[in-house]
C-alpha cells in the first residue's frame, strides 16, 4: 500500500507533509469491514466537494464572461459531476491505492464511478488542507484544465438539445409554460414547465424567461439520463 500511495502522489505531483490526513483521504468507510475507530474519507469528501466546486465556478465565471446564470450552470454540472471525478480518480489510478474492505474489494469497489468520484473529492480536501489554496489550485488545472478547456467550444443550447433528442426518441415536441413570476422588479424570478409527452414536466427557474426554460430543458435532459 505504500507503494501505491507513492505512485500516487508521484501521478498527481503532489506530496503530503501530513501523512495520516493523506492516509484518511483513501480509507473507504469499508475498510476494517466494520471495525469501530476507522476513519474513511467521508468527511473529506463534504470539504472537498465544496473546494471543486468554488474552483470551477471561479474558473467558468472568468472564462465566460458574458455567459449568464443560465449558460455557466450545465457546464459546472459537468465538471463536477460524479462521473467527471470518477474519470479523474481513473486518470490517477487513484482506485488503485484505496483500503476497503474485502467484500468491497472483490465487488470491483476500485472501479465503482461512486465510490471513485467520491474518493476523488477527499482527495482535493486533502490536498486543500495540506497544502493549502495553491496547491489544490495546481492539481485542478492540472486535471480540470483541459476539460475546461474542451468547454470554449460553444455547447448546444439545452432547449435545441432537447426538442433534438425528443425527435430522435419519438417523444412529441417539448412545449414550455410560464408558471410563477416572483421575486422584486429589479430582480425577477421567473418559473417555467416543460412538457415532453408521455414524460413527466420539468421545471425551472432563472431571471429571464429564457434562462428559466434553458434551465427547465436541461432538468429534463439530465433526468433522462442526457448528458448536458
Excluded at 469491514?33 to 466546486?53: A, N
Excluded at 467484500?103 to 477527499?122: F, N, Q, V, Y
Excluded at 430582480?187 to 429564457?210: C, H, I, M, N, Y
Excluded at 426554460?213 to 436541461?218: D, F, K, L
Amino acid at each position: 500500500m505504500a507503494d501505491e500511495k507513492a505512485r500516487l502522489e508521484q501521478r498527481i505531483g503532489y506530496t503530503f507533509q501530513d501523512r495520516d490526513l493523506f492516509d484518511r483521504a483513501l480509507t473507504h468507510a469499508s475498510y476494517g469491514d466494520g471495525r469501530k475507530g476507522v476513519r474513511s474519507y467521508e468527511r473529506l469528501e463534504f470539504l472537498g466537494d465544496r473546494v471543486l466546486g468554488l474552483m470551477t465556478a471561479e474558473a467558468l465565471f472568468k472564462l465566460f464572461d458574458k455567459a449568464d446564470e443560465g449558460a455557466l450552470a450545465p457546464r459546472l454540472n459537468s465538471l463536477v459531476r460524479k462521473e467527471t471525478c470518477a474519470d479523474v480518480s481513473r486518470e490517477i489510478g487513484l482506485g488503485e491505492a484505496l483500503k476497503m474492505g474485502r467484500s468491497e474489494d472483490k465487488g470491483g469497489g476500485r472501479d465503482k464511478t461512486s465510490i471513485l468520484g467520491d474518493a476523488c473529492e477527499a482527495l482535493i480536501a486533502a490536498i486543500y488542507l495540506d497544502g493549502g489554496r495553491p496547491a489544490v489550485q495546481a492539481f485542478y488545472d492540472r486535471f480540470w484544465g483541459p476539460k475546461i478547456e474542451a468547454l470554449k467550444a460553444k455547447p448546444k443550447d439545452p432547449k435545441s438539445a432537447l426538442q433534438e433528442w425528443a425527435a430522435r426518441v419519438g417523444h412529441a415536441a417539448p412545449r414550455y409554460t410560464l408558471t410563477e413570476r416572483s421575486g422584486p422588479d429589479h430582480r425577477p424570478v421567473f418559473t417555467v414547465e416543460v412538457f415532453v409527452a408521455p414524460l413527466d414536466p420539468a421545471v425551472g427557474e432563472g431571471g429571464s424567461k429564457q434562462a428559466a426554460e434553458r434551465h427547465a430543458a436541461t432538468t429534463l435532459l439530465k433526468r433522462e439520463g442526457q448528458h448536458v
